[in-house]
């Protein structure tokens, strides 16, 4: 009797939630309409966006093979683009600019400032051939301009009457989307706008995007609908289910969309069936698309760089990579708190503190820019990439698995509490990952926000219940220090004795009352009380790690301070600093750096650090997943031994290799698993992912995302090297201040390297386990040491 009232209580529940979460579905997926980050003026085959990571959101333009800055002190909130012109609209609403692009000047186009007001604020620009519209933001009033002729009359504006919730404009015609009752109604110079309206009739609409003479939306229901007119099959829509699409954009002749479950584009319409595609966007994941009369271009997922592509983009130099504008805005910077979708990740980052960028509120996160495929045969012992297309598909089936079981299990477990809370009047609970919760990070582009969770095992929960427990209840056998002796050790925290920064601190060198030199973490000073919970759950998954863990290759433990608001970790002093900083920043000392100008001595290094993760995923008990595996994060002491430092992140691992975790994805930007990244699903395998950048780190000396030579934008190393590594071209990523590896040491660098390409495979059971990592990488230096006696070819081969 007990199962059946809470299985039908939890059928209950699921069904009232699938309706709450449509409904929310319906209530934030606004618009998707004209006004974006990127915008297209056809005319000139202009493209521009708003740049991102810098306290400045300006605008930049590429046109004919030039980078045109736009008013680069001002910061622009939406740009879209007509025939000759395109318009900003000024962050805050209140100002609004156009730039007719024919008319370049000294470097710059000629700007002129089409309206401005102190009190009344704007939104959702949208531009047409030569007219501009603009929704008012609280009375939903739009009112129209011409932009681009100013000889021509006025472009008629809908009426003070009629209240919209989003606007947009294609070719003499705009339409936009009541307010009152979610219809289409348009407007403007020629029949087109009365025939879209017809044709859409009292379609319930949650958004609408214009193309030259038609236009496509999402109804209410999220099926994906298009009006007007049809020459081509650009109103020929493919089958699509319920919410199945999001990004829209349309041109002349075609429309294209973006799939919700791993961000590809499909494109319908046109004079044939392919000529929207393109080898340039075959794999990749799109956060927005924009379109001109006959091209196409998109903002990518992993590098937020834009891709242009379609039988009318004239620049054939930049046809198959980024154009050379930087990363862009995925969305709008603003100073309001973001809806329950949260914010887009690395937020903070890419507004350069000034804002946070709100997420649209997808079914599922679009997959990262999964790696190109080989195209020649891999060199002797190296077995092929998996193919991308082949990855991507088994992750979108994942997600599309995973969240249907997760969110089955989660609404089950919401109504147990709540028919327990009613009967027992008390309610246990819930219990949280103390890191999954923690917002974006500094401006380096640490630790990414966290997407969603499925809690689709118990097991999980009870692991990590295991890490949860406060440094109040933990058996510690280390020092326990006083506030004002930490003060003394680092000259009252001096900013000369600061040394960098931990997961939830700032990083000082001490000295102890002993003498002993030591590194001092304290948590950052906050008086929200969600970033004190954020510091003090890191500053317990730190101190409850590392406690218990003593190995040459794991930074070591000396004591901890706890007082009032202040949370304080005493570890062993790394003399020489991290790897990040030998291999990356210039102001490294020659006699440093030289150490590290040796490839025996990368391969130790990598050998250090392999053998750490191997502790903690194989000898540890439980084991320990670090989750932010990077060379800010290995450490050398001394004696220029490897150590693996700051725990704040980590968890403790599975019970046994049958089990997995669920949790909300962390990490560093350039080393986060995407398997992780996209199925929030935690396996010792993540770490490797991070190692396999490391190791790439070592070979090419790269950062991890660092820019391109030729400006083209952002580029990630394992993007970077392992194309060429795969196709034999070792020898044109390796880092030039080692210089080529001698005789003896070519063959271990090619096992370095064999070894790195396997770590940062797109899916976790094709990377190998740490064991093999530590066995290759030692017969890698025994090589470089020529003591090849020492160990058989066979173990080593044998090991992929």
């Not at 579905?25 to 998707?32: A, I, M, R």
């Not at 007001?117 to 939903?140: I, M, P």
């Not at 997959?367 to 092929?384: M, N, T, Y």
């Not at 660098?749 to 396997?758: G, L």
């Amino acid at each position: 009797m007990f199962q059946m009232t809470t299985t039908l209580f939890c059928l209950t529940v699921i069904t009232i939630t699938i309706i709450t979460i449509f409904s929310a579905l319906q209530t934030l997926v606004n618009c998707l309409g004209s006004a974006s980050t990127t915008a297209i003026t056809y005319n000139t085959a202009t493209v521009c966006g708003i740049i991102a990571g810098e306290p400045i959101q300006r605008v930049q333009c590429y046109q004919n093979g030039l980078t045109i800055p736009v008013l680069p002190n001002v910061s622009f909130q939406a740009i879209s683009g007509g025939l000759n012109f395109f318009c900003g609209l000024r962050s805050g609403g209140f100002s609004l600019h156009c730039w007719d692009t024919n008319d370049l000047v000294n470097m710059a186009f000629q700007s002129r400032r089409l309206y401005h007001s102190n009190t009344v604020q704007f939104t959702d620009v949208s531009v047409g051939d030569d007219q501009v519209c603009a929704r008012e933001v609280n009375s939903g009033v739009v009112k129209c301009w011409r932009g681009g002729n100013k000889g021509r009359s006025l472009f008629p504006s809908p009426g003070v009457d009629l209240k919209f919730v989003t606007v947009t404009s294609g070719s003499g015609f705009t339409c936009g989307i009541l307010r009152d009752n979610n219809e289409v109604f348009c407007w403007g110079d020629n029949g087109i706008a009365v025939e879209i309206q017809r044709q859409f009739g009292n379609l319930s609409m949650l958004s609408l995007v214009a193309g030259e003479s038609h236009a496509c939306g999402l109804t209410r229901n999220g099926v994906l609908v298009c009006k007007g007119n049809n020459n081509r099959g650009k109103l020929d829509v493919p089958f699509s289910s319920a919410f199945e699409f999001s990004g829209l954009a349309l041109g002349a002749n075609f429309s294209c969309a973006i799939r919700k479950r791993n961000g590809l584009v499909i494109c319908w319409g046109g004079t044939n069936r392919f000529e929207f595609d393109s080898d340039a966007i075959q794999d990749v994941s799109f956060e927005s698309i924009i379109a001109g009369l006959d091209f196409v271009c998109g903002l990518t997922t992993m590098k937020l760089s834009i891709i242009c592509w379609g039988p009318g983009w004239s620049n054939r130099l930049h046809l198959e990579r980024s154009l050379p504008l930087g990363q862009i805005l995925p969305g709008p910077c603003v100073e309001s708190l973001c809806s329950t979708c949260g914010m887009y990740p690395n937020s903070e980052f890419l507004c350069d503190g000034s804002g946070n960028i709100c997420k649209s509120c997808q079914i599922e996160h679009p997959l990262a820019v999964p790696l190109p495929p080989l195209k020649s045969p891999a060199p002797p012992g190296l077995q092929p990439l998996p193919s991308p297309r082949k990855a991507e598909n088994k992750l979108s089936l994942a997600s599309v698995v995973v969240g249907s079981v997760g969110a089955f299990a989660g609404v089950c477990a919401v109504g147990y509490c709540l028919w327990a809370g009613f009967l027992h009047k008390r309610v246990q609970p819930a219990s949280a990952d103390p890191h999954v919760d923690a917002a974006a990070m500094a401006r380096d582009g640490s630790i990414l926000p966290p997407l969603r969770s499925f809690s689709f095992r118990r097991q999980s929960s009870r692991a990590l219940g295991r890490q949860r427990s406060g440094s109040s209840s933990l058996n510690i056998k280390t020092e326990n220090f006083t506030l004002s002796e930490l003060a003394a050790a680092t000259n009252n925290f001096s900013s000369e004795n600061k040394i960098g920064t931990g997961s939830f601190g700032t990083v000082y060198r001490g000295k102890l009352l002993d003498g002993r030199e030591v590194a001092i973490k304290r948590g950052e000073n906050c008086t929200k009380i969600k970033k004190f919970q954020e510091k003090e759950s890191a500053f317990d998954s730190e101190l409850a790690m590392l406690s218990r863990l003593h190995h040459k290759h794991l930074v070591g433990l000396v004591g901890f301070c706890q007082e009032k608001n202040e949370r304080l970790l005493v570890y062993d002093y790394m003399s020489n600093g991290s790897l990040h900083d030998h291999l990356h920043n210039k102001g490294n000392t020659e006699k440093k750096s030289s150490i590290l100008n040796s490839w025996k001595m990368r391969i130790k290094i990598a050998l250090d650090a392999a053998r750490g993760i191997d502790y903690l995923h194989n000898y540890a008990v439980p084991s320990i997943i670090h989750r932010d595996i990077k060379s800010s994060n290995i450490l050398l002491d001394a004696n220029w031994t490897a150590r693996v430092s700051d725990f704040g992140l980590s968890l403790l691992g599975p019970e046994s290799d049958q089990e997995f975790m669920s949790t909300k994805a962390v990490g560093t930007i350039g080393y986060i698993d995407p398997e992780y990244y996209v199925l929030n699903v935690l396996t010792a395998k993540t770490d490797i992912y991070g190692l396999g950048v490391v190791l790439l780190e070592l070979l090419t000396g790269r950062k991890a995302v660092f820019k391109n030579e030729d400006g083209s934008g952002p580029l990630d190393v394992v993007e970077y090297a392992v194309p060429r590594i795969s196709t034999g071209q070792l020898h044109k990523v390796l880092d030039k201040k080692v210089g080529p590896p001698e005789m003896n040491e070519a063959e271990a660098v090619e096992f370095m390297a064999a070894t790195a390409i396997r770590c940062v495979n797109l899916e976790g059971k094709e990377r190998p386990n740490v064991i093999d990592i530590v066995a290759n990488l030692e017969r890698a230096l025994a090589i470089c040491e020529d003591c090849s006696t020492s160990l058989s070819t066979s173990t080593c081969s044998n090991r992929f």
